[in-house]
């Protein structure tokens, strides 16, 4: 269940980083692609979902209905990868898909300006100045995907563990650095943390079920389990809806039970599993 995430900035070499390093490991690695691959399998609505988002670059507004979906579907695919075996993902914004994930950490690969544009023209066949213009926008895109789909800045250095510039540091002792570091044994998962993973894959199963099945996937909905027991929290609903929630949300795998309790749906974002913990101790409530 050990997971190192590297954010890369555009022609960074972060991918060639990631590959590398996985091989170093001797661990899986996955790219976004992969995770969309497997979202894919899950029927006509995870495509419908999947293509609508891959073409949303410029049309934010009218894709919005489906970025809920969307990051519950990834997350989903990403949490049974990495509660399979052990890996390294190389994306662009792929810290926040599940930002309280256990035994993981964060890296942010970037390289100076100068250097990334010569990459640049050199993999676009591109002048400096054409390659400089397209990197500018991509990055610009980049950016705006990650607040748009996470209101979250993926340039700012306190959302990494990590943050390493592949300039002048050659790649052989960058990478020898980062797999010290996620073999140390300090950073070893332990059996609560490994715990703690089936709880968030649990809830994300759950999601995943209602954001997919027809009666409830408009119904935006937010899951917190622990030990099977599954605590649901959303708007106000009419009785009936609610009792279709709470029955197809109990008919996944693994769910001993399931309370719904009306609040602030967070949407996009999780409940921290720290604050879910301080939230039982102060209610004296399990999920």
């Keep these: 269940m050990r997971a190192v995430l590297i954010s890369r900035s555009t022609y960074s070499k972060g991918k060639d980083l990631a590959r590398r390093l996985a091989g170093h490991l001797g661990v899986q690695c996955i790219s976004r692609a992969d995770l969309m691959e497997l979202v894919a399998k899950k029927g006509m609505h995870a495509r419908t979902v999947m293509d609508s988002l ?21 997350r989903r695919a990403f949490l049974e990868m990495v509660r399979s075996y052990d890996l390294v993902y190389h994306g662009h914004a792929c810290q926040f ?6 035994a993981h950490i964060r890296v942010r690969v970037s390289a100076p300006e100068s250097v990334r544009v010569r990459r640049a ?13 397209v990197m500018r926008r991509e990055d610009e895109e980049i950016s705006r995907w990650a ?4 209101g979250k800045d993926v340039q700012d250095p306190a959302q990494y563990d990590v943050c390493v510039c592949l300039g002048c540091l050659p790649m ?17 998962p332990t059996s609560e943390q490994r715990k703690t993973l089936e709880d968030i894959y649990l ?21 917190s389990a622990r030990q099977g027991a599954v605590r649901l929290t959303g708007p106000y609903l009419d009785p009936k809806v609610q009792q279709d929630v709470e029955m197809i949300a109990g008919s996944v795998r693994g769910v001993k039970s399931v309370g719904y309790e009306v609040g602030y749906a967070v949407g996009l974002e999780r409940f921290g599993l720290e604050n879910e913990q301080d939230r039982f101790a102060r209610t004296g409530n399990t999920p």
């Design 97 to 102: 898909l599940v930002p309280d994930l256990p």
């Design 203 to 223: 809830a994300a199963c759950v999601e995943e079920t209602l954001v997919l099945h027809p009666v409830t996937r408009e119904v935006e909905v937010v899951a």
């Design 147 to 150: 607040r748009f789909m996470y």
């Design 172 to 188: 052989s002792p960058v990478c020898a650095m980062l797999a010290a570091l996620a073999e140390h044994p300090a950073l070893q």
């Design 54 to 74: 891959s073409r949303a670059s410029h049309a934010y507004l009218q894709f919005s209905r489906y970025r809920r979906a969307f990051v519950v579907l990834m």
């Design 121 to 133: 023209a050199a993999t676009l066949k591109l002048p400096s100045d054409e390659a400089k213009e």
